[in-house]
């Protein structure tokens, strides 16, 4: 199947400052891409849907100021976690789907943000 | 997208026949049936997919209900890899259409 690759796999960083998450696509364009969150024995909570040169589209709830998506190619998504907090540590996962509607969504691996 | 109901949690013997049952009750005539497993810190892994007849691949098989309220996901030799979280979801086949995740099945196969 395609393939997603997410980086970092695992950060540590201090309260406050700011953390980019890559998401990249790497045998096909994305034209869609989707940011995940996923807390300790929880589901996956979707947090927003990017679409290659547009803005982000944000679940109810999600701070767009905090997030920061970018989508500017079909194999590239990033996520900044802006002045990060504690709270915000978490299982963050990307997931991408090729231009062709029948296709199926695939994932990274997934980056564990820990906040000290 | 619809809603789904899957039991909290399974086990079954290793080398066995493992079947995960998935209700959607209220799903559309458009909308398809999705599985996917997660494995333990790492990110959901596609299984299958169907519309409303029996789909099969090299992973898995699924079995959808005549009146598509409910669909089976089935391993057909479960083995110790194949603990993780199952979720089934339902969604319409369109350009760009999100995947909400249930709370999934938690599968234990044990030897």
């Known amino acids: 199947g395609a393939v997603v690759s997410q980086h970092p796999s695992r950060v540590i960083c201090k309260s406050g400052t700011s953390v980019k998450i890559e998401c990249r696509s790497l045998d096909f364009q994305a034209t869609t891409m989707f940011w995940y969150r996923q807390f300790p024995k929880q589901s996956l909570m979707l947090m927003a849907t990017?679409?290659?040169?547009?803005?982000?589209?944000?679940e109810q709830g999600v701070e767009k100021d905090k997030f920061l998506i970018n989508h500017a190619s079909l194999t590239l998504s990033t996520l900044t976690v802006t002045s990060a907090h504690p709270e915000d540590s978490s299982f963050y996962i990307c997931?991408?789907?090729?231009?062709?509607?029948?296709?199926?969504?695939?994932f990274g691996q997934g980056t564990r943000l820990t906040v000290v | 997208d619809a809603k789904t109901t899957q039991p909290p949690s399974m086990d079954c013997a290793e080398g066995r026949a493992a079947n995960l049952p998935c209700n959607h009750s209220?799903?559309?005539?458009?909308?398809?049936v999705y599985w996917y497993r997660q494995i333990h810190s790492q990110g959901p892994q596609y299984i299958i997919h169907?519309?409303?007849n029996n789909e099969t691949n090299e992973m898995a098989s699924l079995i959808i209900t005549e009146d598509r309220k409910s669909s089976t996901l089935i391993l057909p030799h479960a083995t110790l890899r194949d603990t993780a979280v199952y979720y089934c979801?339902?969604?319409?086949?369109?350009?760009?259409?999100?995947?909400?995740f249930g709370g999934g099945t938690r599968v234990l196969v044990k030897p």
């Open positions: 990017s679409n290659e040169g547009s803005k982000a589209t944000y």
């Open positions: 997931s991408a789907r090729d231009r062709n509607v029948w296709a199926e969504a695939f």
């Open positions: 979801i339902v969604r319409v086949l369109a350009a760009g259409n999100k995947l909400t």
């Open positions: 209220t799903i559309s005539g458009n909308e398809y």
């Open positions: 169907g519309l409303k």
